[in-house]
């Protein structure tokens, strides 16, 4: 197994680390490491948003919306 130390870390931390490590009855070092292996594990998810979006609410059916007509677009001023 690999080893790893961490620097500079501030002291609030340490003592969130050392706080959190006693409420789940164990060491900083196997605390810290159940939240590295956490971290690790859950991975965001990758891919098209829209195409994920589209395929969760299709099952739901479409929506028909009434559009208003266009208007042309406004000539475009002049400064003479």
């Keep these: 197994m690999a080893s790893l130390t961490i620097r500079n870390l501030d002291d609030a931390v340490k003592q969130g680390l050392r706080v959190r ?19 690790v594990k859950t991975r965001a998810p990758t891919g098209n948003l829209g195409l994920a979006i589209h395929r969760r609410f299709a099952s739901q059916g ?19």
């Design 62 to 80: 479409g929506v028909d919306l009434d559009l208003p007509d266009r208007s042309p677009v406004r000539e475009t001023p002049t400064f003479d």
């Design 21 to 39: 490590a006693a409420e789940h009855g164990r060491s900083m070092e196997e605390e810290a490491r159940d939240i590295l292996r956490r971290a």
